[in-house]
């Protein structure tokens, strides 16, 4: 059986504190905040989750993380020699009506040939490279999702729900490219052997808003 072949630049000086928040608040247009009085902060190559139940403002914090949200009060502070790249659980980078190969020539500068062999890396092999990605099933638009993330030289990674649609042997590579990497990294999930292979450092738990060490008895109690 053919397997994802997966690894990262170890792109990782992202200055002494990569990021720093202080009373973050965010509400939709019409409704109560759903984060409100949010302070934490992310140390250098550190793994921080996010853990929380449905509904608690976990993909919002993100893609306000990611600079795909404004309007938000309070400070959100990156340190500048931090180089960010995000993974969306929604896959909203990928393009529907694109080939899969275009992906990732729109994002570099690379040969036909190089990106064909680069995709074989992530099982896209021979004519699937030509599929158009509205085509794809979920668990291929989350390599490829993976696959054109990675291509972006990077020191913080913000990666919302990234196992997702990835089989047990995927998500054990993944894994084992990021702790490889050294890169800092937020992380929202709950699959309880993934983060103990990743090895997390500290963790946010919301509604709460406490940080604490990360324990995967609170995982589970938030699934």
Not at 61 to 87: C, D, F, Q, T
């Amino acid at each position: 059986m053919k397997r994802v072949r997966l690894s990262l630049d170890n792109f990782t000086d992202c200055g002494k504190l990569p990021l720093d928040i202080e009373k973050l608040e965010f509400s939709y247009p019409g409704s109560e905040p759903i984060i409100s009085g949010l302070s934490f902060e992310v140390l250098p190559e550190e793994k921080f989750l996010i853990v929380g139940k449905n509904g608690v403002g976990k993909t919002t914090l993100m893609r306000i993380l990611a600079g795909r949200i404004g309007g938000y009060l309070g400070s959100l502070r990156y340190n500048p020699k931090v180089e960010l790249a995000y993974y969306s659980q929604e896959h909203e980078d990928l393009c529907l009506e694109n080939k899969v190969i275009d992906e990732i020539l729109n994002v570099t500068d690379w040969s036909h040939g190089t990106v064909r062999n680069y995709l074989a890396r992530f099982l896209f092999n021979q004519e699937k490279v030509f599929q158009e990605v509205e085509t794809l099933s979920p668990g291929e638009r989350s390599r490829l999702a993976l696959a054109k993330m990675i291509v972006s030289p990077s020191n913080f990674l913000v990666l919302d729900e990234p196992t997702n649609h990835l089989d047990f042997q995927t998500r054990d590579v993944l894994a084992d490219a990021l702790n490889e990497s050294g890169k800092t990294m937020i992380i929202v999930s709950h699959e309880i052997k993934f983060l103990e292979r990743l090895e997390i450092d500290r963790m946010l738990i919301l509604p709460e808003k406490i940080v604490d060490y990360y324990d995967s008895q609170v995982v589970l109690e938030r699934k």
